[in-house]
Structure formats: C-alpha cells, structure tokens
C-alpha cells in the first residue's frame, strides 16, 4: 500500500502543468539582406589544348604515324620553354575506320590514331609562339584555349568585401525607410564558397606575337553573401 501511494503521489507530481510564467521570449525582429560582389584582373595563366592526328592502313601505321607528329610536338613545346609538369596527355586513342554501302557489311577501311595534349603556359605573352609553333611541329588538331589566375584570393577578397559592403547598403536603405536601425550582426554565409574565375571579354589586353595575336582580356571573380541585422 505504502508503494502505492509514492507511486501516485509521483504521477500527480509530474502531471501539474508548468507555471505559466515561464514563457519563451520572443524572436528579435530581424532584416535578411543579400549582397554580390566582384573584382576583375588580366589572366596570367594560359591552358592549351591540342593533339595530333594520324589515319593509315593498319593500325600500327596509324600509331607510328602519330607518333613522329607527337614526338615533333612534344619537342616544339619543349623548345618554347614548356616545363615537363605543365605537358599533360590528356586522352589517346586508335579505333578502326569502316565503309559500308551497295547493301554490304561494314569493312575496315584503315585506322585512325589520336594523342591530345594540355598545355599550360605561365606566360601568357608566348601564347600566340606556342600556338604557332604546335601548328608548325605538326599537331592539326587545336582543341580549345582559355586563361585563368594562378593565385585568385586577394581578388575573391575584394569580392567578399564588396558583397558585404552592397548588403549593408541595401539592408541601412531598408531600415532608413522602415524607420528603423540596424543592429547587430546575427549571422553572415557565404552561397557556394565563392565563384570560380569566368571570362570578362571588355577592354581586352591584346598580345601580338609574330604569328598570332592573342587577346587576354580580364577574369571576374564572384562573391555572394547573405546577412542577418537585428533591427532595433
């Protein structure tokens, strides 16, 4: 009987409502502000793409072929000044080639042999040589050029700083004409982790060189940020 009566007493005790004066606080009002921002600079950085290619009867025609024109390349690139880290194979391949018609199967008519290489180029003034010189050693197959920035942080700051700056304005002019003022920071994030570096083609920097003139013109990088103020 005796355990009876804690074990009730027990279930009353836990079943009174909490006191009514213990009341969660209200959630601060808040202003949310979304800010972008970008900082542009010339490339230093040059990838070139570019390969050589190579048809005969056999195969092993085909591959001896391609690999004389590669070889001549890869000297080409070598005598530009290219360091070994920066040539990189970047896809090599043989696959026969067919003819078919008058209603019969397909038969081998030869073999074609494919060797690409990127090519990256820390000066970009000697862009327009190498192209020249790719193109003279024997590579006919030009595959794509785009320039980059070796080291993007300084300008992925600046463009953290004005996206924050541009929130801040828009947030002070929201507030202004709410009647209300900004107060402290509740929270800042960042969307994607900053933006990789795209193509800016205004007020292009031209490189003349003696075969192929080059324009460089700028890299933006991009910073989007979003802002919590509480509002006071």
């Excluded at 199967?105 to 690409?116: D, L, W």
């Amino acid at each position: 009987m005796r355990s009876l009566f804690w074990m009730v007493l027990a279930t009353a005790l836990f079943a009174v409502p909490q006191i009514a004066g213990a009341q969660t606080p209200p959630s601060p009002r808040i202003i949310t502000m979304a800010g972008h921002g970008e900082a542009r600079a010339v490339p230093d950085t040059a990838m070139v793409s570019a390969g050589v290619h190579a048809q005969a009867p056999t195969a092993a025609a085909a591959l001896a072929a391609n690999t004389t024109r590669m070889q001549a390349v890869m000297a080409a690139l070598k005598k530009q000044g290219v360091p070994d880290k920066d040539i990189q194979t970047s896809n090599f391949s043989i696959s026969p080639q067919y003819a078919n018609g008058n209603g019969e199967a397909p038969r081998i008519t030869g073999y074609q042999a494919n060797n690409q290489v990127e090519v990256r180029l820390e000066d970009v003034k000697k862009v327009g040589t190498v192209l020249d010189a790719l193109v003279s050693a024997g590579a006919n197959q030009m595959n794509g050029l785009s320039f980059s920035i070796r080291d993007d942080a300084a300008l992925l700051a600046k463009a953290r700083s004005a996206a924050v700056e541009e929130a801040r304005l828009k947030a002070e002019t929201f507030a202004k004409a709410a009647g209300v003022s900004l107060g402290a920071i509740l929270s800042i994030s960042e969307s994607g982790g900053g933006m990789p570096p795209r193509p800016m083609y205004a007020a292009p920097m031209m490189v003349r060189d003696k075969a192929v003139p080059v324009a460089l013109g700028e890299q933006s990088v991009d910073a989007d940020i979003t802002i919590t103020w509480e509002i006071k």
